[in-house]
């Protein structure tokens, strides 16, 4: 098992920048795909981004290529998002999520076991 705590979020204007962490436990956290979804209001969740545990290629959702840098580092057992550029429209809560030797990061969301409680991101025009 794993257990997933996400921090970083806040309130940012248009164009600004924030990072997100999410801190994993356990000892085998290299062997975990992660990824980070996120949540607007009256949205589905959504996936952002992800690196595959296997070969730590990543994956970026079209809306933040180019804005988003999804990062690891294995001996601190966290994750990051870099998010640069943020848009009003990128408001939402952020999820840190967790699944063990999973190939194809960009399954549904709800193919992920672990997630972290959330931390919400909002951007303001």
């Known amino acids: 098992q794993v257990q997933l705590v996400e921090s970083g979020g806040g309130l940012v204007q248009a164009g600004g920048s924030l990072r997100l962490s999410c801190a994993a436990s356990?000892?085998?956290?290299?062997?975990?795909?992660m990824a980070w979804f996120r949540q607007a209001p009256g949205k589905e969740r959504e996936f952002v981004a992800a690196?595959?545990?296997?070969?730590?290629?990543?994956y970026y959702a079209n809306s933040v290529k180019g804005r988003f840098t999804f990062a690891r580092d294995n001996a601190k057992n966290t994750v990051y998002l870099q998010m640069n550029g943020l848009k009003p429209e990128d408001t939402a809560v952020f999820y840190c999520?967790?699944?063990?030797?999973?190939?194809?990061?960009?399954?549904?969301?709800?193919?992920?076991?672990?997630w972290g409680q959330g931390t919400q991101v909002t951007v303001a025009s």
């Open positions: 356990g000892r085998t956290f290299s062997s975990y795909t």
């Open positions: 999520a967790a699944d063990i030797y999973l190939d194809d990061p960009t399954v549904p969301w709800h193919e992920y076991d672990y």
């Open positions: 690196m595959r545990w296997s070969d730590d290629t990543t």
